[in-house]
């Protein structure tokens, strides 16, 4: 069902990516040696007729295996592929962190890549100059914002990288696997930002590996699998099933009555967390909080924890 235009971020409609495995001849002597038979060049269906609607607002979760097409669904969003097949509507101004360190100049400067970067997305000299401060202060590196960025940890680069995006004030703004770089501290200043950003109406999409990141920023949740679209739903319990599909060998009781969904990791080196803890069991359930039935409130209701040395 399509969102009136004026609630839409983005518009997705049949989208498909294809990639060639192998790269076909293009050389006149391997056309020669081959006596110019054609060789097909093997492909892989990395998304096959994704068809969306993302509101706008919304904190959207993506998670789903190695190769489902998570990744690539970001960078045909931000622009830098572009799809096979089908139609992507964008409705605003886009920021993305892809890959820690893009778009950053390794011999500049953090300061000098702030004034770069935000330049190359349009923003005028003196604007970056009255947000200075607030993305230095934000990032927490002060100390080192005149240091080659090439000397800098994952965990500063994250840093920069995110402060100077949100002082941008994109509409839409693309998370790749990134929410779990850095110290703890300055993930859950990142979360409280993230939900800042969409109260405000701008459109966050992360993809990630880790559902108890998703579970505690996100609003609405999709399941990709081998590059279609398995759920997608304001239901916290498709993370929970992401959960059971990719441990099958692990002790699970599920209870479906009323959206519950038990889970429980009996072996502590399986099961998810952090470098503080990690989950022995969670039951998770989904409350209704709007009379429209868009967004559902994520509680947890129940939960046991390993406590890491």
Not at 143 to 164: C, E, H, N, Q, W
Not at 246 to 256: A, G, H, I, P, V
């Amino acid at each position: 069902m399509l969102l009136p235009l004026h609630e839409t971020a983005i518009r997705i409609s049949h989208l498909s990516k294809t990639f060639h495995k192998t790269r076909p001849s293009l050389s006149f002597r391997e056309s020669v040696a081959r006596g110019f038979r054609s060789v097909p060049a093997a492909s892989f269906q990395a998304l096959d007729d994704i068809n969306l609607d993302i509101r706008r607002g919304e904190v959207l979760g993506i998670i789903g295996k190695n190769g489902s097409g998570k990744s690539t669904l970001l960078r045909l969003l931000s622009g830098i592929a572009k799809p096979t097949e089908g139609r992507i509507e964008i409705y605003g101004s886009v920021a993305s962190i892809l890959d820690i360190g893009a778009g950053f100049h390794p011999d500049l400067s953090g300061r000098e890549n702030i004034f770069l970067r935000g330049q190359l997305v349009g923003i005028s000299k003196k604007e970056i100059q009255e947000r200075f401060e607030e993305i230095i202060d934000f990032s927490g590196i002060g100390d080192f914002i005149d240091t080659p960025v090439k000397y800098y940890s994952d965990g500063m680069f994250l840093r920069l990288a995110f402060s100077l995006m949100i002082h941008l004030k994109a509409d839409i703004i693309l998370l790749d696997e990134v929410l779990g770089v850095g110290d703890f501290a300055f993930q859950q200043k990142m979360f409280c930002q993230i939900q800042e950003i969409a109260r405000s109406g701008a459109t966050v999409i992360c993809v990630s590996h880790n559902p108890m990141e998703l579970l505690e920023i996100c609003t609405f949740y999709m399941h990709l699998e081998n590059g279609k679209v398995k759920e997608y739903a304001a239901q916290p319990a498709i993370l929970l099933d992401y959960l059971q599909q990719s441990q099958q060998d692990s002790d699970t009781t599920e209870k479906t009555g009323q959206e519950e969904k038990w889970k429980k990791w009996p072996d502590k080196s399986t099961a998810p967390g952090n470098e503080l803890f990690c989950f022995q069991s969670l039951h998770l359930f989904a409350e209704e909080t709007t009379s429209d039935n868009i967004f559902l409130q994520t509680r947890i209701l129940y939960w046991k924890l390993y406590l890491k040395n």
